[in-house]
């Protein structure tokens, strides 16, 4: 991907690998944060706490009982887009996942993964 290049956001990055940059693997994009007129893309949005928002209001219910509310900070949070290094089969980043606060994202020993039946 090219700077200045446009994007197609829902197709390009919603729930694209998100790997730091040691290329450990720390979560998929959850939500993109829009700012401006014309929109552009001021952050990234990851966490467990996200996704409920994404989905139809009983499902929506029932992911937020199993993922909790959205709490910023602890299972919600901002990745900002100047973080982005590159964005090819997954979306690199500049700095490590610990600097950033991210954790494990999809690594199998996380609880919400292991109960994913493909696992």
Same mark, same amino acid.
């Given at each position: 991907m090219n700077p200045g290049e446009p994007i197609f956001i829902a197709h390009r990055l919603l729930d694209e690998q998100i790997l730091d940059s040691e290329g450990k693997r720390c979560g998929r994009v959850d939500d993109i944060e829009l700012q401006g007129s014309p929109?552009?893309?001021?952050?990234?949005?990851?966490? *467990?706490?996200?996704?409920?928002?994404?989905?139809?209001?009983?499902?929506?219910?029932? *992911?937020?009982r199993l993922a909790g509310e959205e709490r910023w900070g602890a299972n919600a949070l901002r990745i900002p887009w100047e973080e982005v290094d590159e964005i090819n089969a997954a979306v690199h980043l500049r700095g490590k996942a610990e600097e950033l606060g991210l954790g494990n994202g999809d690594d199998p020993e996380n609880w919400m993964v292991r109960m994913l039946p493909w696992n």
């Open positions: 929109p552009r893309i001021t952050g990234l949005l990851v966490g *467990a706490g996200l996704y409920p928002r994404r989905l139809p209001g009983r499902l929506r219910r029932l *992911a937020r």
